[in-house]
């Protein structure tokens, strides 16, 4: 077994979690958004099924499912931000 690729994710109330996520920098290369997402939701039961999960990272929003992380620059250990999706709100035109 390899080394372990994890991230540090800070939930909605403050909590702390290491996320879990591979064990080879291959693995690493390929793992996805919305497979860090399962990861979470795997975690926290009562995230309504991930579509009300928003993940920031260094101030960009992890809006794509099917990209990479490493496309968004996440490393082992990198720092993730949970937010909830609030439904609701509304659209102004000028």
């Known amino acids: 077994m390899g080394k372990l690729y994890q ?5 909605i109330n403050g909590e702390k979690m290491a996320v879990d996520l591979c064990n080879t920098d291959e693995q690493m290369q ?18 309504g099924g ?12 992890l809006d794509n499912d ?3 992380l490493v ?5 082992n250990q ?8 609030v439904p609701g709100g509304v659209l102004f035109s000028r």
């Open 66 to 68: 099917e990209a990479t």
């Open 50 to 61: 991930g579509e009300n999960l928003r993940l920031v990272f260094t101030n960009k929003t």
């Open 30 to 47: 390929t793992m996805t958004v919305l497979q860090l997402k399962t990861k979470i939701v795997e975690r926290l039961p009562g995230t």
């Open 71 to 75: 496309s968004f620059g996440i490393q």
């Open 78 to 85: 990198s720092v993730i931000q949970l937010v909830m999706r």
């Open 7 to 11: 991230v540090i994710v800070y939930g």
